[in-house]
């Protein structure tokens, strides 16, 4: 089936750690990739988004991910973790065959050790 | 920076009571969505909404569900007759485009069904 894996459920890390979100994706095209964040009480907010060309893209707060074609990942990094940081990441994808759906993966919540 | 905002944030609701969730766009956007998360689960894809039609729907969007542009403003989604498995945060979103563009979420309404 066609679908988006975040493997860790729960990653815990300490501050100033670098962290990386894994998420793997199924389908038989390139899709439009997306992570979002979700603070306690928040919406979703968009890091950071891969449509095509370079493969390591930069988002807000510092965070960075990498399209791996082959792999068909696009996990999220970020060198330095701040406490501010904790937070429920979630992988999307667009696979382009319609408007606006998005498929998220299951999310991994992130907690930060001081 | 134009965000999507959504009313109520919180609503509890007796079974088979008719819900509306309300939203209102980014203003130059035009094309709607609502999504939905029940509590530990992933975050699903419901309707999209463009040009005063449906797009697209799930499976989840059955006879139960309806949405609506009543006017300029505003996008809404209606439950009719709830069930307890209707609970859930129901995030409202929007794109200025739609394939693979960036989709703009609120902060979500939780509904409660009693």
């Known amino acids: 089936a066609q679908s988006v894996t975040q493997p860790d459920i729960h990653i815990t890390v300490s501050e100033g750690a670098s962290l990386e979100l894994r998420c793997n994706y199924s389908?038989?095209?390139?899709?439009?990739l997306f992570w979002y964040v979700q603070s306690p009480g928040q919406g979703l907010q968009l890091l950071l988004k891969?449509?095509?060309?370079?493969?390591l893209v930069q988002g807000i707060k510092g965070f960075e991910a990498e399209f791996k074609r082959s792999q068909s990942s696009f996990n999220l990094r970020k060198p330095s973790v701040h406490w501010s940081d904790a937070a429920e990441y979630f992988c999307a994808v667009d696979r382009g065959t319609s408007y606006g759906k998005l498929t998220f993966g299951q999310g991994t919540i992130l907690t930060v050790h001081p | 920076e134009p965000e999507v905002t959504q009313t109520p944030s919180h609503q509890v609701t007796q079974m088979g009571q008719e819900v509306i969730l309300r939203c209102v766009p980014i203003s130059n956007h035009l094309y709607f969505y609502w999504y939905r998360q029940i509590l530990g689960q992933k975050v699903e894809f419901l309707v999209s909404f463009y040009n005063n039609e449906i797009s697209e729907k799930s499976e989840i969007f059955d006879d139960q569900f309806s949405v609506e542009r009543p006017d300029g403003s505003n996008f809404t989604l209606k439950i009719r007759s709830t069930k307890l498995e209707d609970s859930a945060m129901y995030f409202c979103?929007?794109?200025?485009?739609?394939?693979?563009?960036?989709?703009?979420f609120g902060e979500g309404s939780w509904l409660t069904v009693v």
């Open positions: 389908y038989g095209a390139t899709p439009y």
């Open positions: 979103a929007s794109s200025d485009t739609g394939r693979g563009n960036t989709i703009y």
């Open positions: 891969y449509f095509s060309g370079d493969t």
